[in-house]
């Protein structure tokens, strides 16, 4: 915990500054760290190698971030620790930090007791085990999440602390909206049609039955995404109390669907959780943000947010209720992805263009 503190101070120092790059270096330099890291403990000392690399692991990422936001931030103002530690203290600040780290500590405190009640239901009413048969979808949502939430967070809170107006505001979050919405095209299109295939491959064929499951929980993450766009705006322009409450009763709503539909419809009831909240929260705060400042989705952007999301029940009804050839799903799923490229704009199209160029040259 005192690492997580000191790291955040750090990490608050390139975030608030805009420092993406090093932010985005720092990860990277982190995530191969770990990973050179991990094995090896693990191979040579097992579960306890496992527990060694979590502190080990955290003072890699206060060690990266310290020293980038030394190098980057402080040095160019030219601040030091002394400097830090000797400065009076603005009570303003304080009372504001304390405004944060109470909404901050409620909605967290709210998170863990409603995921920890609904891991119990599960494994009260259904057994450990299907727990467990849920984890690949976990997992690889884990990765998507944990590399695309961190980018945006990071690069949407500056930005929008520093926004004049409510149509800067809506103007950034439109591109963020279509950003996500493109990425998730080929995660959506491809994946659902052979994950019956790479589940086996990744963990082993007691696994393949969390394929059942696999496309509606990856379009609750599609949701997610856009929900977590629409939310983004509301702390960095002083609406913190309110973000506060949706996470609160996000919590509240996501331990209700558990406790009430598990029981009915077994593992169905805790993938539900992570589809119901995502999709009412979305269209709560699109209603919110359209009062609050006249937030409009952007015209361009329906259509890829309709296409991707039309697309992903396309693929689904076809291998359900037609035909069940991955293979053929698969082309039906390569084919949507490329004709997406169609809905980029013109100068969208020549970027990635000009990028895979660049890449293939290279």
Same mark, same amino acid.
């Given at each position: 915990f005192p690492v997580l503190i000191i790291n955040s101070i750090s990490f608050a120092l390139l975030k608030g500054h805009k420092e993406i790059k090093y932010i985005a270096r720092s990860e990277l330099i982190v995530i191969v760290f770990d990973f050179v890291l991990f094995v090896p403990l @693990?191979?040579? =000392?097992?579960?306890?190698?496992? *527990?060694?690399? *979590?502190?080990?692991?955290?003072?890699?990422?206060?060690? *990266?971030?310290? &020293?980038?936001? +030394?190098?980057?931030?402080?040095?160019?103002?030219? /601040? &030091?620790?002394?400097?830090?530690?000797?400065? !009076?203290?603005? !009570?303003?600040?304080? +009372?504001?930090?304390?405004?944060?780290?109470?909404?901050?500590? %409620?909605?967290?405190?709210?998170?863990? @007791?409603?995921?920890?009640?609904? +891991?119990?239901? *599960?494994?009260?009413?259904?057994?450990?085990?299907?727990?467990?048969?849920?984890?690949? /979808?976990?997992? =690889?949502?884990?990765?998507?999440?944990?590399?695309?939430?961190?980018?945006?967070?990071? &690069?949407?809170?500056? +930005?929008?602390?520093?926004?004049?107006?409510? !149509?800067?505001? %809506?103007?950034?979050l439109n591109d963020v909206l279509r950003l996500v919405s493109f990425v998730m095209v080929p995660v959506l299109f491809l994946s659902i049609p052979i994950r019956y295939k790479i589940i086996p491959i990744f963990y082993s064929n007691e696994f393949i039955s969390a394929g059942d499951y696999l496309p509606w929980h990856f379009l609750g993450i599609l949701f997610y995404f856009w929900m977590f766009a629409l939310r983004a705006p509301l702390t960095p322009t002083g609406r913190i109390k309110t973000h506060g409450i949706i996470v609160i009763i996000m919590s509240l709503l996501d331990f209700g669907v558990v406790y009430f539909f598990v029981p009915l419809l077994g593992l169905y009831g805790w993938m539900l959780k992570f589809i119901v909240s995502p999709v009412l929260f979305f269209i709560i705060i699109l209603v919110y943000l359209r009062k609050l400042m006249n937030f409009k989705i952007e015209k361009r952007n329906k259509y890829i947010m309709l296409y991707v999301l039309v697309g992903s029940l396309l693929i689904i009804g076809i291998g359900e209720f037609i035909i069940s050839d991955y293979k053929l799903n698969l082309f039906i799923g390569m084919l949507l992805t490329g004709l997406s490229f169609w809905l980029l704009s013109e100068t969208e199209r020549r970027m990635i263009i000009n990028k895979f160029r660049s890449m293939m040259a290279g």
């Open positions: @693990i191979y040579f =000392w097992g579960i306890k190698g496992a *527990v060694i690399f *979590v502190p080990l692991s955290l003072v890699t990422i206060l060690l *990266v971030n310290n &020293y980038f936001a +030394r190098t980057k931030v402080l040095k160019k103002y030219a /601040l &030091y620790a002394k400097d830090i530690f000797s400065a !009076k203290i603005n !009570k303003e600040a304080v +009372r504001e930090l304390f405004v944060f780290a109470g909404v901050g500590l %409620t909605a967290g405190v709210a998170l863990i @007791i409603s995921e920890i009640a609904s +891991r119990a239901i *599960v494994v009260t009413k259904l057994g450990i085990d299907k727990i467990g048969l849920y984890s690949p /979808l976990v997992s =690889w949502a884990g990765l998507f999440t944990g590399f695309i939430m961190p980018s945006l967070s990071t &690069y949407l809170y500056p +930005r929008f602390s520093e926004a004049k107006s409510d !149509k800067e505001v %809506t103007g950034v």
